[in-house]
């Protein structure tokens, strides 16, 4: 789309991401690896993208505050609350389908 200055693509690109990490949180049925398998992405990939954001901007910040940030808890108490263990068809997906980066 043509038309659209630089700071308005930057606030919409925040916006979205701003809905996407909510909905993220809103939906804690969904498993990592779930998203893994069929979207080849999932919470830490997005915390991690995030993080390289910050260290591309001179901002220092740790694995644990970019999880924080988008799982909206501690990655740990998150883990405790929502995830549960991957089934056995769901750990060969994720082998089958892993990105060479993780």
Same mark, same amino acid.
């Given at each position: 789309? /043509?038309?659209? &200055?630089?700071? !308005?693509? &930057?606030?919409?690109? *925040? +916006? ?5 990490? !909510?909905?993220?949180?809103?939906? #804690? ?17 997005? #915390?991690?993208? $995030?993080?390289? +954001? +910050? &260290? +591309?901007?001179? @901002?220092?910040? /740790?694995?644990? !505050? #970019?999880?924080?940030? @988008? $799982?909206?808890?501690? $990655? ?6 929502? !995830?549960?263990? *991957? /089934?056995?068809?769901?750990?060969? *997906? ?5 990105? @060479?980066?993780?």
């Amino acid at each position: 789309m /043509s038309g659209l &200055t630089e700071q !308005q693509k &930057t606030e919409f690109e *925040a +916006a979205a991401f701003r809905r996407l990490v !909510q909905h993220l949180r809103e939906r #804690s049925d969904v498993q990592n690896i779930d998203l893994m398998n069929l979207g080849g992405f999932c919470r830490n990939c997005l #915390s991690n993208w $995030y993080r390289d +954001a +910050a &260290t +591309a901007a001179g @901002v220092e910040m /740790s694995k644990d !505050q #970019s999880r924080e940030i @988008v $799982y909206g808890m501690p $990655y740990e108490e998150w883990k405790k609350l929502h !995830q549960n263990e *991957a /089934s056995g068809d769901q750990k060969a *997906a994720f082998e089958r389908n892993k990105p @060479v980066d993780h």
